[in-house]
């Protein structure tokens, strides 16, 4: 069986950023014209009153400051509140398209490969552009890979899931080289008018490169020594289909398949979930968690990271140990915990250990063990 290591990451990050103070300006706006617009229902009880909200109540739930978008003008737009992206013409390349491909050309980069070395995409992310054709076929034709290419989604676990897709066909033989990419438009699917939820996504997308490590000339080599994936059906995250439809002209206003959580109860079952599965799949690999030197979660929620790594350790991790994004990038579902291994990978020692870990909705989590080579 061939043995495999990641050789090489990418990130896609647009050029349009939304701050804490320009999205509450935006918000706080929205709700004094909903509540001069229905003062007379609301005064007669029949329509609650919206409330308003603060830069320090985003911060103190969520950690984070900033977030990247692909289009800000329209989500601050107070009448819209929806980014302005338009369809595009069946001859044009998607957006998301676009995103992967330029992840997808610094992972090669970075890695010394072009895509003559790679067999296979795999576009793994939280929501899909269209249903078919799949979303990895066209970055594959985009990229000039000939081999094979499907879409996977398992929401905020999609990239660590392609993960062990990608491992489990260059093991086999069935490819020499995996492309997994990671596109993430959550402002789409995101009601900027829900004061619970409208602060917590942005748009990015990362690449993994993985092949056999026989094969492999990367400077930024990483070997996998575990891996576990678990998932368990709740309802306390959810989206329907359609998040992109309102996106275009003609959905504006129609918020009917949008994202929802339940976040208190989401805190409570998923961090003890994600602490076990980390120490059993460290575990598994006979190591001990004292020995990892850095924790790449996912980027959801501070409080979730800072309690996930409390159960760990026994102890408070340090900023070294698990290292933060989601400040100025916010929530990028399955990109997180890949943007911050792009990241914060190059400053570790030879042999040194760590883990990759998603949780999510599903809820899904799962959780790759590395050793960097180089």
Known sequence: MNQVVISGTGLYTPTESISNQELI?????????????????????????????????????????SRYVVNKAGVLDVNRMVPHIAERSDDEPSIMCEMA????????????????????????????QRAYPAMAVEIQ?????????????????????GIQAAMSAIQSGQARAVLV????????????RDRDSHFIFGDACTAILLERADLATSAHQFSILGMKLKTAFSNNIRNNFGFL??????????????FRQQGRKVFKE???????????????????????????????????????????????????????????YANTSSAGSIIAFHKHQDDLAKDAIGVICSFGAGYSIGCVVVKKLN
């Open 25 to 65: 300006a935006s918000f706080n706006a929205y709700v004094e014209q909903f509540n001069q617009s229905n003062a007379t229902a609301i005064a007669a009880g029949g329509i609650a009153a919206l409330e308003t909200s603060s830069e320090a109540f985003i911060e103190k739930a969520s950690g984070i400051k």
């Open 101 to 128: 491909v330029a992840a997808a050309k610094q992972a090669l980069e970075r890695a010394g490969r072009t895509a003559a070395d790679v067999d296979a995409v795999i576009c793994a992310a939280s929501n899909m």
């Open 141 to 161: 034709n985009a990229l000039g890979i000939d081999g094979y290419g499907f879409d996977m989604n398992v929401a905020c676990s999609s990239a660590t899931f």
């Open 181 to 192: 990419v990671n596109p993430e438009i959550t402002s789409g699917h995101l009601n900027w």
């Open 245 to 258: 439809n309102r996106a275009d002209e003609s959905g504006i206003g129609k918020a009917d398949k949008l």
């Open 270 to 328: 998923v961090c003890p979930m994600a602490a076990e599965t980390i120490t059993t799949t460290v575990q598994a690999a006979g190591l001990e968690v004292d020995k990892i030197q850095r924790f790449w979660l996912h980027q959801a929620n501070l409080n979730m990271n800072l309690l996930i790594a409390r159960l760990i350790l026994g102890r408070d991790a340090s900023t070294e140990e698990s290292p933060t994004i989601l400040d100025t």
